[in-house]
């Protein structure tokens, strides 16, 4: 089912894409990664997502992305979405029936496996293996909440998971859905050009990622580490494995003690370099 508010205002076919048409008014494509994103704000999308690596993976089909607008399932003349919190309190909070409605309607069009997400500070916070877990799934329903948030009901009879991007308040679900749909979809094959960039970056083998360097050779008299330019390909891997494990225990010791007892190591061992 295609969505009313997408088909009107489109009256003519432009000849070069523009980021939203990557989105509208397609033929669901049966089988392949789908973000369904149910929010008040559908013109934000596909936003950052549009560009680059993801927007061409859009285009091509290696994944799909479907608003949802919360606002055609609002109530009366105003469509409206939102009430007073119960109990009193400062804003408003988004009323249960109408996203019910919006639920129901957007899980209609996606395979029953797939996840339905509330982006809330108060979830469980967004990582990479998060990351990896939904890219190997159908693909995901997100609720991008406003104003206060969202009824608690709705996360009670729908079995809602939470999840959070950090330890910081924003004013709405859509960045977040941004987020959590980009550090999802380049996990998924073929999306990123260069596989092998995924299997080294950070977080995937536990540890932050080495510091890269490209030319000049010396700019502002800082040179690049001799070892990088030696050609020494084994040299060269375990340089950027010390330099991974010494970023990863300064900076991250949470990261550090669980690579550590993975790996059967002392996470008080000096480093090699
Ligand atoms: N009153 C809420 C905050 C509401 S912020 C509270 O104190 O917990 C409005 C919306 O922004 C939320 O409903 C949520 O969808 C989104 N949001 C805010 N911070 C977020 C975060 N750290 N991670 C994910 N979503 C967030």
């Known amino acids: 089912m295609s969505n009313p508010s997408r088909s009107l205002g489109r009256k003519s076919i432009s000849v070069s894409l523009k980021p939203r048409d990557l989105m509208a008014e397609r033929a669901d494509l049966h089988n392949v990664w789908k973000a369904q994103v149910i929010t008040l704000m559908p013109e934000a999308f596909p936003g950052i997502l549009g560009e680059s690596l993801t927007g061409r993976a859009l285009k091509d089909g290696l994944w799909q992305l479907e608003t949802v607008p919360l606002r055609e399932f609002g109530e009366g003349k105003h469509r409206n979405v939102d009430d007073t919190p119960a109990g009193g309190g400062a804003g408003m909070v988004l009323r249960p029936d109408i996203m019910g409605a919006a639920i129901e309607d957007a899980r209609q069009r996606i395979a029953p496996g797939a996840p339905l997400i509330y982006l809330s500070p108060r979830g469980r916070r967004f990582d990479q293996s998060m990351a990896r877990m939904l890219s190997e799934g159908p693909g995901m329903t997100l609720i991008c909440g406003r104003f206060e948030g969202l009824d608690q009901r709705v996360m009670d009879h729908y079995n809602v998971v939470e999840v959070s991007l950090g330890d910081f308040v924003l004013t709405g679900g859509e960045l ?7 550090a999802t979809v380049r996990l998924i094959p073929r999306v990123l050009g260069n596989q092998a960039s995924i299997e080294e970056e950070s977080f995937s083998h536990g540890l932050l990622e080495h510091p890269q360097y490209t030319k000049p050779a010396v700019w502002n008299g800082r040179a690049i580490p001799d070892v990088l330019l030696s050609g020494h390909h084994a040299n060269i891997a375990k340089w950027q ?10 900076r991250r010791p949470d990261l550090w003690r669980a690579y550590c007892a993975n790996h059967d190591r002392d996470p008080d061992e000096d480093q090699e370099l």
């Not at 977040?176 to 980009?182: E, G, V, Y």
């Not at 494995?241 to 300064?250: C, G, I, P, V």
Request: aromatic residues 0%.
């Open 176 to 182: 977040a859905a941004q987020a959590l749909i980009d």
């Open 241 to 250: 494995r010390a330099m991974a494990e010494r970023l990863t225990k300064e």
